[in-house]
T-cell receptor, first 114, second 115 residues
Framework: GDSVTQMEGPVTLSEEAFLTINCTYTATGYPSLFWYVQYPGEGLQLLLK?????DKGSNKGFEATYRKETTSFHLEKGSVQVSDSAVYFCALSATSGGYQKVTFGIGTKLQVIP | NAGVTQTPKFQVLKTGQSMTLQCAQDMNHEYMSWYRQDPGMGLRLIHYSVGAGITDQGEVPNGYNVSRSTTEDFPLRLLSAAPSQTSVYFC??????????????FGPGTRLTVT
């Protein structure tokens, strides 16, 4: 079945550091890929997405590129802020039995210290 | 638009009690899902629905029931609560926009403790 692999963390960075959170996936066909963010005490919200190979999703300074050859969708940000502290989930969406099925990674906790 | 709403925000149950977690969305989304979130486990799908009257089991359906009588509402019923059901529960809804784009909209969650 489909799967998404990401490290659990926590990842601790100083403010203004460069961020990379790795995400790799296994899926048949051509899934769409997503990054969701969960701030403390809240539900998940979409951060960015890419629907086909070589697409780059971007939002709020975060970027991720859909790499079909390496089945990866790594999240990057050039300069993190304390307000970026949250849990980040990589996810894929693929058709299964005629329906769209979404698979999430376990989430990576990011802590940014001043 | 209120988006996806969930009630209650917090709940404490005793073992064996039953209850219903409410979920509603006002975006006319076809798809609705229930997840539970546990430390180190990420999000696990409990049940989902692809439209009114159609539901199916997810990864961890045991101990839970769902129904979907309207597009807007998708309640989750705990039949006989167990301590293993202590978790944070999220409801999500989605529609299909362009090929394969199935972004989900999440509610704020219900934190359930079973003693």
């Amino acid at each position: 079945g489909d799967s998404v692999t990401q490290m659990e963390g926590p990842v601790t960075l100083s403010e203004e550091a460069f961020l990379t959170i790795n995400c790799t996936y296994t899926a048949t066909g051509y899934p769409s890929l997503f990054w969701y963010v969960q701030y403390p005490g809240e539900g998940l919200q979409l951060l960015l997405k890419a629907t086909k190979a070589d697409d780059k999703g971007s939002n709020k300074g975060f970027e991720a590129t859909y790499r079909k050859e390496t089945t990866s969708f790594h999240l990057e940000k050039g300069s993190v802020q304390v307000s970026d502290s949250a849990v980040y989930f990589c996810a894929l969406s693929a058709t299964s039995g005629g329906y769209q099925k979404v698979t999430f990674g376990i989430g990576t906790k990011l802590q940014v210290i001043p | 638009n209120a988006g996806v709403t969930q009630t209650p925000k917090f709940q404490v149950l005793k073992t064996g009690q039953s209850m219903t977690l409410q979920c509603a969305q006002d975006m006319n989304h076809e798809y609705m899902s229930w997840y539970r979130q546990d430390p180190g486990m990420g999000l696990r799908l409990i049940h989902y629905s692809v439209g009114a009257g159609i539901t199916d089991q997810g990864e961890v359906p045991n101990g839970y029931n769902v129904s979907r009588s309207t597009t807007e509402d998708f309640p989750l019923r705990l039949l006989s609560a167990a301590p293993s059901q202590t978790s944070v529960y999220f409801c999500a809804s989605s529609y299909q926009r362009e090929r394969g784009s199935h972004e989900q909209y999440f509610g704020p969650g219900t934190r359930l403790t079973v003693t």
